[in-house]
């Protein structure tokens, strides 16, 4: 895959930019944009330092963060002497479901935020209360969703393959 195109440097930086968004840092945002459309679909520390035009610290930063959070995993190919990295596979379908524990953190500091104001005005709680009532809502649907997408997951994939052949 040749790099120096330029839409496939901006679709990495883009995607530092969204990744950016959701906390991480830049350089992490980076490498999963490289690693979402490298081909073949991992690439070595030296590779992902060379392409993003880091330092190779940077790189082992961003790596190991990746892995911690399980966006990325760390394989060794017959042959080769090196590790790569690529995306974990179904990492966005697998991220789906990390929201629900996500939102049930979410309820539980928000129920101790109200145990802690227990006694005060309920103007003092409405904050508490809105970020409780969120969670509420959103577990409550949470089922129905998540069968509908495993349900759909499959038509909805194939769709999309039909369309970009």
Known sequence: MNFDNERLRQFIENSADLMQEHGLPRMAGRVIGALTVCQPPHLTHEELAELLQASKGSISMSTQLLMRLDFVERISLPGHRRHFYRLKENLWNDYLFK????????REVAMDGLDTLKGEPVEVKRRLIEMLIVSDFVLEEWPGLVSRWEVRRGELLNKRLTEMA
């Open 99 to 106: 929201v629900e524990s996500h939102v049930n953190r979410e």
